[in-house]
């Protein structure tokens, strides 16, 4: 059975970087999409950044110029570095896979238990 383990969120000032990580526990055939979602009280879960395995990335708005994906496909670990943190930043983050466990199965989404990102000075 496939899971996902985050690590990496926690406390930090306006301005300073985090630096998540999510790795794929138990056998994994392929990871088509890797991506990080997060989802701040009392909103909907949102898109931050994916990425392809071939490399190719894609970042929300609010996001782009401070964030980057990236992914280690002999390891199945993707992480999301974060710099020039603003509060609104805050929320829970998700990661996000797209692949399958086997070359049998159906492609299927797996999510991560989420990891708390809070800015506050």
């Known amino acids: 059975q496939v899971q996902l383990v985050e690590s990496g969120g926690g406390l930090v000032q306006p301005g300073g970087s985090l630096r998540l990580s999510c790795a794929a526990s138990?056998?994994?055939?392929?990871?088509?999409?890797m991506g990080w979602y997060r989802q701040a009280p009392g909103k909907q879960r949102e898109l931050v950044a994916g990425?392809?395995?071939?490399?190719?990335?894609n970042y929300a708005d609010s996001v782009k110029g401070r964030f980057t994906i990236s992914r280690d496909n002999a390891k199945n670990t993707v992480s999301l570095q974060m710099n020039s943190l603003k509060p609104e930043d805050t929320a829970v983050y998700f990661c996000?896979?797209?692949?399958?466990?086997?070359?049998?199965?159906?492609?299927?989404?797996?999510w991560g238990q989420g990891t708390q990102v809070t800015v506050s000075s």
């Open positions: 138990g056998s994994i055939f392929s990871i088509n999409y």
């Open positions: 990425i392809l395995s071939g490399g190719t990335t």
């Open positions: 996000n896979f797209i692949g399958r466990a086997t070359m049998r199965d159906p492609m299927r989404t797996y």
